[in-house]
């Protein structure tokens, strides 16, 4: 069985500041895949990015940085700078070659409110 | 690439009634998923098609749920005698095609309440 823990279930920033969000998975597949969305107000989905388990590079995108450390199981995501339009919920995925059709398995989701 | 769109938008049914979703992917992508987002959890998955073939259906959440990509394009979800429980946030993603296999796109999903 696959499982997500974002033990944040919200976060409130003022803007400026960096914030991290935290991810921890279990899995006993060998090849998986992580992932993180954003959900915005609209309530859309938004993918940001994809690790897959056999890379621990840490990504970083522009304001956004990613730390995959499989030692511990985590997949953090850190926003520097954060800003209002951060504003959103934030989902940390995972997916198994096991898995149906690589189906994805979502944490329950950390509330990021950045206030100005 | 129009991305993936979802209609209706909003559903409000009675107790009891049947309702269908639908869910129209990336044109090239081949496969199509369906998940459940209740009010301040993650999304669920349901079920998930490869072009026609339904090749996961064990997580659908019960016999009242069916759904359908009868050529391989859009899809349909049927919710029959609907339950109070059912109200959700219903979404539709799709992945495949000539880009990666493993990120998945998903739609602005259909809101269904159930009174």
């Known amino acids: 069985a696959q499982k997500v823990t974002q033990a944040q279930t919200e976060i409130s920033v003022v803007e400026k500041e960096d914030v991290t969000l935290d991810c921890v998975y279990e899995?006993?597949?060998?090849?998986?895949?992580l992932f993180w969305y954003k959900q915005p107000p609209s309530g859309e989905l938004v993918f940001l990015i994809r690790?897959?388990?056999?890379?621990?590079q840490n990504e970083i995108s522009g304001r956004y940085s990613w730390n995959f450390q499989k030692s511990t199981s985590s997949f953090n995501f850190t926003i520097t700078a954060s800003q209002v339009v951060d504003s959103a919920v934030y989902f940390c995925?995972?997916?198994?070659?096991?898995?149906?059709?690589?189906?994805?398995?979502f944490g329950g989701g950390t509330r990021l409110m950045v206030k100005p | 690439d129009t991305g993936v769109s979802q209609n209706p938008r909003h559903k409000i049914t009675k107790r009891g009634q049947n309702v269908t979703f639908r869910c129209d992917p990336i044109?090239?992508?081949?496969?199509l998923y369906w998940y459940r987002q209740t009010l301040g959890q993650g999304p669920e998955f349901l079920t998930y098609?490869?072009?026609?073939?339904?090749?996961?259906k064990s997580r659908l959440l019960s016999d009242r749920f069916s759904a359908e990509r009868p050529k391989g394009s859009f899809s349909t979800l049927e919710i029959q005698r609907t339950e109070q429980g059912d109200s959700a946030m219903y979404l539709c993603?799709?992945?495949?095609?000539?880009?990666?296999?493993?990120?998945?796109?998903f739609g602005p999903g259909t809101r269904l309440t159930v009174t």
């Open positions: 044109s090239e992508h081949n496969r």
């Open positions: 993603a799709s992945s495949g095609g000539q880009g990666l296999v493993y990120e998945q796109y």
């Open positions: 690790r897959n388990s056999f890379d621990e």
């Open positions: 899995t006993r597949d060998t090849t998986y895949y």
């Open positions: 098609f490869q072009n026609e073939a339904q090749l996961e």
């Open positions: 995925a995972l997916s198994g070659n096991n898995n149906a059709g690589n189906m994805l398995t």
